[in-house]
């Protein structure tokens, strides 16, 4: 049996570095494994201790990719991060960490593109409201939205 966690052990620290994981996720994957809590426990306590598992490191870095890739608002990815059962504080400290200038930026570039889909759309207060609701369905205040639409 000892065999078979150490084996697991190097599976999920593959899992954990192929790209980073939160306590979740691999809480998943060792349900396909059908161990016991003092098992997984032990499992949980190496992927720990060797630093292939740490949500603050992990909130971050999910925290940057959906607003560098997807380009997601910070309501948005504190969506996702709850979703992931991420402490509050942790998610705290990743929505902090976000770079204000490219947040601003995904903001911005986002207003325009809709802004340029919706070039044919006559009446301006109709345009305005479908910019608004794509802009919070990206995860972004409405004051963040407002902030963009008084620069125009």
Not at 8 to 27: D, T
Not at 56 to 65: D, K, L
Request: positive net charge.
């Amino acid at each position: 049996m000892v065999s078979d966690i150490e084996d697991i052990i190097r599976k999920l620290e593959a899992y954990c570095a192929y790209q980073e994981r939160c306590v979740f996720e691999v809480n998943n994957k060792l349900a396909e494994y059908h161990l016991s809590d003092k098992d997984k426990n032990r499992i949980l306590a190496s992927l720990h201790e060797n630093k292939f598992l740490n949500e603050e490191r992990f909130a971050e870095a999910y925290a940057q990719g959906k607003l560098r890739i997807k380009r997601w608002g910070k309501q948005k990815i504190k969506a996702g991060l709850i979703q992931k059962h991420v402490d509050a504080k942790i998610i705290k400290l990743a929505l902090e960490s976000l770079d204000e200038k490219e947040y601003d930026r995904a903001l911005q570039s986002l207003y325009e593109k809709k802004s340029n889909e919706l070039h044919n759309e006559r009446d301006p207060w109709n345009k305005k409201q479908k910019i608004m609701r794509y802009l919070a369905s990206r995860g972004f205040s409405f004051e963040e939205i407002s902030s963009v639409k008084n620069e125009e």
